[in-house]
C-alpha cells in the first residue's frame, strides 16, 4: 500500500495566494459545520433549530463558501459533473419546494444543504487527499480538545444533567453527539498516525483522547463505530502484506459479519443485551413502525426536505400521538431522505454512495486515502441506521461524505 502522507512539506504550503488565510476559513467553516458549541451559546436545545441569530450566522459563511468556490470554480465545475446523482439529488430537493407540507422550511433547508454541499465540493477542489485529511484531522482535534476542556473545567455544560446523568457530552447537546463524532474522528486520527508520518505523534495522541472521550460519553453505537473503524484499518495492514493473506482476511471477515447478521435476526433480544441495549434500540422501532404507514401516503417525492418534522407538521402529530413522545427525528438515514424527498431520492442516493464505495474499495488497495474513505463510508452506513445523519444541511458529517465522494471522483480522471 502506498502512504500517501511521506511529504514533509505542512498543508499550508499549497503554493497558492492566501493559502493559509484559506486554510483557516475552511477550519472555521468545518467547526460551523460541526452542530456543536454555537448553538449551545445562542439558542436552548428547543430552540436551536428556530434560532433567528443561529440563521443570520450562516448567511456569511455561506458567502465565504462562494468566493471558495470562485477560486477554484474551474475544478468545481469539473467536479460537479463527476458527481451526478448528487446533483439531480440537489435539483430534486429544491423541487420539493412545490409540493411541501412546509414550503417556507423546505425552502430555506434547500438553501442550505445546497451550500453544505457546495462546501464539501469546495473542500474536495482546493486540496490533495493529504491536505484534505490534515484539515479534517486538526478540526476535530480542535473540537476534541474544546470538548475535553467543558466536560472537565465546565461539567454544567460539557456533561449530561437531566437524562444519562455525568455522560460527557462536551460542545453538543447529547451524549451520542460526542461518541458518534468522536468514534469518526479517532478512525480518521488511526489512518493519520500511519499516513502522515511528520505529525504521528500528534495524531497519535489526537486518537488516544478521541478513545478517552468515547468511553466517557457511554455511547455503545459510538464505541462499535470506532471499533469498526480501527477493523477496517487492521484490515488495510493485512492487504499490505499479500493478495493471499488479503483474500482469506475478507473471507473471515465476512464469515464473522454473517454470523453477526443471523444471530441479529434470529436473536435479538441476545445480542442487543451484550451491549446492553434493548430490542427497540430505545424506542426507534417504534418510531420505525410509525411512520411505515406515514411513508407509503407519499412513497414517491416525499413530504418535502426538511419540512416533516415542522412545528405544525400534521403527519409528525400524527407519529408522535401513535409513538406518546415528540421524536424530532426519524432516527434513521434511510427513513429520513424517503420522508423528505421520497424513494426518488432515496434511490439517487444510493446511486451515489454504492458508486463511491466501490471505487473507495478500489482505491484502498492502492493507498490510505482509499482506505479512509472504505471506513468511513461503512462508518456513515453504520450510524445512519439509529441516526438521521443521510443528507442534512449544515452537518460536518455530509460535508465529509460529500467531500470524499468528489475527492474519488476526481480521481477516477
Same mark, same amino acid.
Given at each position: 500500500?502506498?502512504?500517501? !502522507? =511521506? ?11 492566501? @493559502? ?15 452542530? @456543536?458549541?454555537?448553538? *449551545? ?67 430555506? *433547508? ?9 462546501? !464539501? ?15 479534517? !484531522? ?47 474522528? %479517532?478512525?480518521? +486520527? ?31 453505537? &459510538? ?5 469498526? @473503524?480501527?477493523?477496517?484499518? @487492521?484490515?488495510?495492514?493485512? /492487504? ?20 453477526? $447478521? ?8 441476545? $445480542?442487543? !443485551? ?65 420522508? %423528505? ?15 463511491? /464505495?466501490?471505487?473507495? /474499495?478500489?482505491?484502498?488497495?492502492? %493507498? ?10 461503512? =462508518? ?10 443521510? +443528507? ?10 460529500? %467531500?470524499?465522494?468528489?475527492?474519488? &471522483?476526481?480521481?477516477?480522471?
Amino acid at each position: 500500500m502506498r502512504n500517501d !502522507g =511521506q511529504s514533509q512539506a505542512p498543508a499550508l504550503s499549497t503554493g497558492r495566494p492566501f @493559502g493559509a488565510l484559506i486554510w483557516c476559513a475552511m477550519i472555521v467553516l468545518l467547526v460551523m459545520f460541526s452542530e @456543536g458549541f454555537l448553538p *449551545r451559546l445562542f439558542a436552548s436545545e428547543q430552540e436551536a433549530e428556530g434560532s433567528s441569530i443561529l440563521r443570520l450566522m450562516w448567511f456569511p459563511a455561506y458567502g465565504v463558501i462562494l468566493l471558495l468556490a470562485m477560486a477554484r470554480w474551474q475544478v468545481v465545475i469539473k467536479a460537479v459533473g463527476r458527481v451526478p446523482f448528487l446533483v439531480l439529488l440537489l435539483m430534486l430537493c429544491a423541487a420539493t419546494t412545490m409540493w411541501s407540507i412546509e414550503p417556507s422550511i423546505t425552502l430555506r *433547508r434547500a438553501v442550505a444543504i445546497l451550500f453544505t454541499t457546495l462546501f !464539501g465540493i469546495v473542500m474536495a477542489s482546493h486540496y490533495s487527499w493529504r491536505d484534505m485529511l490534515r484539515l479534517l !484531522g486538526l478540526t476535530w482535534a480542535i473540537l476534541a480538545v474544546i470538548s475535553l476542556l467543558t466536560s472537565i473545567l465546565l461539567p454544567g455544560f460539557g456533561t449530561m444533567t437531566e437524562v444519562h446523568v455525568g455522560a460527557w457530552r462536551g460542545m453538543w447537546w447529547e451524549k451520542n453527539s460526542l461518541g458518534g463524532h468522536m468514534g469518526r474522528a %479517532g478512525f480518521l +486520527f488511526a489512518v493519520l498516525v500511519f499516513a502522515d508520518r511528520p505529525y504521528r505523534k500528534a495524531w497519535g495522541a489526537a486518537f488516544i483522547l478521541a478513545c478517552f472521550l468515547v468511553l466517557m460519553s457511554t455511547s455503545k453505537t &459510538a464505541a462499535l463505530g470506532l471499533a469498526l @473503524g480501527i477493523g477496517v484499518l @487492521g484490515m488495510g495492514l493485512i /492487504i499490505q502484506r499479500g493478495t493471499r493473506i488479503a483474500i482469506v482476511s475478507i473471507w473471515f471477515a465476512a464469515t464473522i459479519g454473517g454470523a453477526m $447478521v443471523m444471530s441479529l435476526v434470529l436473536a435479538p433480544e441476545f $445480542v442487543f !443485551g451484550l451491549f446492553g441495549r434493548e430490542p427497540t434500540l430505545t424506542g426507534r422501532t417504534d418510531i420505525w413502525g410509525a411512520l411505515a404507514y406515514i411513508i407509503s401516503e407519499r412513497p414517491l417525492l416525499g413530504y418535502g426536505y426538511g419540512a416533516f418534522w415542522g412545528p405544525h407538521s400534521a403527519p409528525a402529530y400524527w407519529v408522535w400521538v401513535a409513538v406518546e413522545w415528540a421524536a424530532p427525528t426519524a432516527h434513521n438515514g434511510w427513513l429520513e431522505i424517503w420522508l %423528505g424527498v421520497g424513494l426518488v431520492g432515496l434511490l439517487l442516493f444510493l446511486a451515489n454512495y454504492v458508486l463511491t /464505495i466501490y471505487r473507495a /474499495i478500489i482505491a484502498a488497495f492502492h %493507498g490510505w486515502p482509499g482506505l479512509f474513505a472504505a471506513g468511513y463510508l461503512l =462508518q456513515f452506513l453504520m450510524f445512519s441506521m439509529s441516526e438521521s445523519i443521510i +443528507f442534512q444541511q449544515n452537518a460536518i458529517i455530509w460535508v465529509t461524505y460529500v %467531500g470524499i465522494s468528489v475527492r474519488l &471522483a476526481l480521481d477516477r480522471a
